[in-house]
T-cell receptor, first 111, second 111 residues
Framework: EAQVTQNPRYLITVTGKKLTVTCSQNMNHEYMSWYRQDPGLGLRQIYYSMNVEVTDKGDVPEGYKVSRKEKRNFPLILESPSPNQTSLYFC??????????FGPGTRLTVT | DAKTTQPPSMDCAEGRAANLPCNHSTISGNEYVYWYRQIHSQGPQYIIHGLKNNETNEMASLIITEDRKSSTLILPHATLRDTAVYYCIVRVAGNNRKLIWGLGTSLAVNP
């Protein structure tokens, strides 16, 4: 089954404790993106990647890092999480000229 | 990418057609109109897309005006499971960079 998986689905952590949210797709897509969704602000793109080793900033990249060492994986790294990064996070993938497939989401709470 | 404008909320009776409008008056000639929906806090799901011709698939129909400045998503026989937030976005084919998602239209299908 074609899908985008994210782990963990829920995470509660404390300020400053480094964390990684994994994202994996099994559709051999070139494009992958990370979004965060906050009430009243909608979906905002954090980072995107056009292929292996090619990444670029989206609208809200501050406080986040990404890497794309393999085509199927696109982890989101929070080196020093802060409470303003409490949000619902989505990973998405697509092939060129096609629609995006979204993961189920990761709900992160930073206390 | 062009910005879109959608009504914040709409209601529809179960079994009736739901017509969701979207304004994209600044759309460029090479930008497609995409529709996604998000049920509760799940990952957004692709519905349909088009460039200038009307499109239909098993989920919905997309009507794009001749000047391409607006479009309407039609769910021909809405069910309770169609209750969701519907997003209209425009983008150049193959370009997933900095997509502007907006807040969408919250559609409530009532029994």
């Amino acid at each position: 089954e074609a899908q985008v998986t994210q782990n963990p689905r829920y995470l509660i952590t404390v300020t400053g404790k480094k964390l990684t949210v994994t994202c994996s797709q099994n559709m051999n897509h070139e494009y992958m993106s990370w979004y965060r969704q906050d009430p009243g602000l909608g979906l905002r793109q954090i980072y995107y990647s056009m292929n292996v080793e090619v990444t670029d900033k989206g609208d809200v990249p501050e406080g986040y890092k990404v890497s794309r060492k393999e085509k199927r994986n696109f982890p989101l790294i929070l080196e020093s999480p802060s409470p303003n990064q409490t949000s619902l996070y989505f990973c998405a993938s697509s092939s060129e000229r096609r629609e995006q497939y979204f993961g189920p989401g990761t709900r992160l709470t930073v206390t | 990418d062009a910005k879109t404008t959608q009504p914040p909320s709409m209601d529809c009776a179960e079994g009736r057609a739901a017509n969701l409008p979207c304004n994209h008056s600044t759309i460029s000639g090479n930008e497609y109109v995409y529709w996604y929906r998000q049920i509760h806090s799940q990952g957004p799901q692709y519905i349909i897309h088009g460039l200038k011709n009307n499109e239909t698939n098993e989920m919905a129909s997309l009507i794009i005006t001749e000047d391409r400045k607006s479009s309407t998503l039609i769910l021909p026989h809405a069910t309770l499971r169609d209750t969701a937030v519907y997003y209209c976005i425009v983008r150049v084919a193959g370009n997933n960079r900095k997509l502007i998602w907006g807040l969408g239209t919250s559609l409530a299908v009532n029994p």
